[in-house]
């Protein structure tokens, strides 16, 4: 198994600033993801976060609105830019340990509210 | 692209009483599948996966889930609820060659009166 943990766990933030998420794991892993829960909705992978790379986005999601990083196997950070009250929302970090599927390990979520 | 359909939002049960959370994917090969669950203010937590072989899933808590590919069916059942199940519940499932993503359902709130 993983234990993660993500700072911070919540935040109140102004329209118009920037917030970085950071996401640890008590492993080295292959695989780190970053989705997005908006209120009442469901889970949707924002991007994979490469070791050494850049991210890999999803449709809908651009570097420019939410660069990633992944400097080494146990840590990446989610930095939400230039955010708007549609970025409300629950932000959460996955592992997955394996190379080949797996399951996937979820942070307790950062929840951002943006004023 | 794979999707997840949970066609209940709002389940409620009284304790003591049987289960059945249902989930319905779309996928052209065979899927790998999961159940997660959430509860008020916690991560997510795996009850439960099908990668292959026997149909019918042991997880953690007394769920259990079968696979049916005839159906495209994953449903979640559990033969006597706690009150302690309340709590969000989520279909996933993963797409092979997809680089281990996982796409979820929109998830089935439920609800344990006493």
């Known amino acids: 198994s993983a234990v993660i943990s993500q700072k911070p766990s919540r935040d109140i933030c102004q329209r118009g600033t920037s917030l970085t998420i950071q996401c640890q794991v008590d492993?080295?892993?292959?695989?780190m993801f970053w989705y997005r829960q908006q209120p009442g909705q469901s889970l949707t992978l924002i991007a994979t976060a490469n070791q050494g790379s850049e991210a890999t986005y999803e449709s809908g999601f651009v570097i420019d609105k939410f660069p990633i990083s992944r400097p080494n196997l146990t840590f990446s950070t989610l930095t939400v830019s230039n955010m708007s009250p549609e970025d409300s929302s629950i932000y959460l970090c996955?592992?997955?340990?394996?190379?080949?599927?797996?399951?996937?390990?979820f942070g307790p979520g950062t929840r951002l509210t943006v004023l | 692209a794979q999707s997840v359909t949970q066609p209940d939002i709002h389940i409620t049960v009284s304790e003591g009483a049987s289960l059945e959370l249902r989930c319905n994917y779309s996928y052209g090969a065979t899927p790998y599948l999961f159940w997660y669950v959430q509860s008020p203010g916690q991560g997510l937590q795996l009850l439960l996966k099908y990668f292959s072989g026997d149909t019918l899933v042991q997880g953690i808590k007394g769920f259990e889930a079968e696979f049916k590919r005839s159906q495209s069916s994953f449903n979640l059942r559990k033969p006597s609820v706690h009150w302690s199940d309340a709590a969000e519940y989520f279909c996933?499932?993963?797409?092979?060659?997809?680089?281990?993503?996982?796409?979820f359902g929109t998830g089935t709130q439920l609800k344990v009166e006493l």
């Open positions: 996933a499932v993963g797409a092979t060659g997809g680089g281990n993503k996982l796409t």
């Open positions: 492993s080295q892993v292959t695989m």
């Open positions: 996955s592992v997955d340990l394996a190379p080949t599927w797996d399951e996937q390990f």
